[in-house]
């Protein structure tokens, strides 16, 4: 009995707590984003995935070289003929691609890479050159 009272007196004071809440929670905004309901809000300076001016781009390899996550991949057959293909489910985000390359071709956007259960979707060819 003195138990059942204890218990009663707890879930008492639980609802004393959650109700205020509860109603501030109906009349406030939400805390949360409303993706994918409506656009995200990405703020200023957000390093998103890497693209591309593919016509600067020369096919030098200076960012495949540097890119400390193995994000990006150069498939060469002759000397104007390359693909520069991209990871991003390897990516760290971190824009030494765009550091190191001297032709100001990549670069880092705000934009994010969608989630998928299927990684092969997400690779990107950058740059698909072949001779003119
Ligand atoms: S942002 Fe960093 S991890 Fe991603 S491709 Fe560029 S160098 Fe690699
Ligand atoms: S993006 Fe820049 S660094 Fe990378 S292969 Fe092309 S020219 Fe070279």
């Given amino acids: 009995m003195i138990r059942t009272a204890s218990t009663l007196l707890e879930n008492l004071k639980t609802l004393a707590y959650l109700l205020p809440q509860l109603g501030r929670a109906l009349v406030t905004r ?12 990405i ?8 693209e591309i001016h593919p016509e600067k ?36 985000y971190c824009g030494q691609c765009e550091v190191s390359c001297t032709f100001g071709a990549i670069y880092q956007t705000n934009e994010f890479v969608h989630g998928t259960d299927d990684l092969a979707q997400l690779v990107v060819t950058l740059v698909d050159r072949k001779p003119a």
């Fill in 57 to 92: 781009c020369h096919g030098c390899g200076l960012c495949v070289r540097d890119c400390p996550a193995f994000a990006l991949e150069l498939q060469r057959e002759e000397l104007n003929t390359f693909k520069l293909i991209y990871y991003p489910e390897r990516c760290a």
């Fill in 43 to 50: 703020p200023k300076g957000y390093r998103g995935r890497v």
């Fill in 30 to 41: 939400p805390e949360t984003v409303r993706f994918p309901f409506a656009p995200p809000v």
